[in-house]
């Protein structure tokens, strides 16, 4: 029922049905219009120039006949036009209806969580299947990042349930007088403090150069100064593990244009990753040179456990972890790569990793725009 609140509203078959309709029915009338305002009027001269007159009865006869028979095959033929333009109509209506009704029900499932459902390519042209395929490709966008945000949900209650659950015991062993509160014990709950404090700033900082609110102070930096930086305050970590830390700057390089800040503690991540997984005795090179594009290309290269190929695509995704159990056993959050992901596409360069398998090391490679 029709109120003034709640119209009744026609869905779009319903609508293009009554604009096929209009249009049909007015060509029907156009054409009636124009054969009987010309037909006659052309058959009478016709009649004239081949020497009857006006007033013969078989010229009044003639074309009395003609306009019976214009008036009876012009009526069927515009009947059966629009008998068929009708059907023709009916079709293409159902099937855009039926292509639209997928859509609507598909959205409609997807916006209540089900990321896993399809539009089928309509066929009713490119259009409408580029239509399908992008909804098609926003589904599956969703239901990727739907994913991820469970398994990041989960891998951040993972992080702060061990700490957390470390605190809570050693404060209760201390309340209940079975662990001394001496140097040893603050350590720990310091330790553990201090791992919750890094979780924090990690996602803070992935979660800000995500969103592009990361405020960087771009200056021309020599690259080798960079280098040099990156692999000083990394060679006591390295030498504690057994592992050789080695600089390689071509010559000639031009200067990058990045935050000094920034940067720094992109290739921090990167050499705390490489060492973390070269075993003792093995080597981390930092090297620069030029890139395809005329960037200039930061790479560090280990020689120690390599990623298989099936983890490469993920390796800068948050808390993503080839070994779940044994990074967190070194102590890695998870989320340093994700990190230096962020902050290389702030500085409108890119990251890619390389690995030729298991066992043969791994090439992290950042291309920075020069100044």
């Given at each position: 029922m029709t109120t003034a609140?709640?119209?009744v509203r026609w869905g779009l078959a319903a609508r293009l049905m009554?604009?096929?309709?209009?249009?049909?029915?007015v060509g029907v009338l156009t054409a009636w219009l124009v054969a009987a305002a010309v037909g006659?009027?052309?058959?009478?001269?016709?009649m004239v120039s081949a020497g009857l007159e006006d007033h013969a009865a078989a010229v009044v006869h003639a074309e009395q006949a003609f306009r019976d028979a214009s008036t009876v095959t012009l009526g069927l033929a515009l009947g059966a036009a629009a008998v068929a333009s009708v059907g023709v109509s009916l079709l293409l209506t159902r099937r855009v209806g039926r292509s639209l009704s997928a859509v609507s029900t598909a959205a409609g499932r997807v916006g209540a969580g089900g990321y896993e459902h399809r539009v089928p390519a309509p066929g009713l042209g490119p259009e409408f299947d580029e239509v399908a395929r992008s909804f098609n490709a926003m589904a599956e966008r969703l239901e990727e990042s739907d994913r991820l945000r469970a398994r990041l949900l989960a891998d951040v209650a993972h992080e702060v349930r061990t700490p957390v659950a470390t605190l809570t015991a050693y404060l209760e062993a201390v309340e209940d007088g079975v662990q001394p509160l001496d140097a040893a014990t603050i350590g720990v709950l310091r330790e553990q403090g201090d791992r919750l404090t890094r979780l924090a700033q990690d996602l803070a900082a992935v979660t800000l150069a995500e969103a592009g609110d990361l405020i960087l102070h771009l200056e021309p930096v020599a690259v080798a100064e960079l280098l040099q930086a990156a692999a000083a305050a990394a060679r006591e970590n390295a030498a504690a593990t057994g592992v050789t830390l080695q600089v390689e700057v071509e010559p000639g390089l031009p200067a990058v244009s990045v935050d000094r800040t920034r940067v720094a503690q992109i290739l921090d991540n990167l050499v705390t990753n490489a060492v973390r997984h070269t075993p003792a005795g093995g080597t981390v090179t930092l090297a620069a040179g030029p890139s395809s594009d005329g960037a200039v290309a930061l790479r560090v290269a280990d020689t120690g456990e390599g990623i298989a190929a099936e983890h490469l695509p993920h390796v800068f995704e948050r808390f993503?972890?080839?070994?779940?159990?044994?990074?967190?056993?070194?102590?890695?959050?998870?989320i340093g790569l994700a990190i230096t992901k962020a902050l290389v596409e702030g500085h409108r360069g890119t990251v890619d990793v390389a690995s030729p398998g298991v066992g043969k090391g791994a090439t992290l490679t950042v291309t920075l725009p020069t100044a």
């Open positions: 609140d709640h119209p009554v604009a096929l309709t209009v249009v049909l029915v006659p009027g052309l058959f009478h001269r016709h993503y972890r080839a070994d779940t159990a044994r990074d967190r056993a070194r102590g890695g959050s998870g």
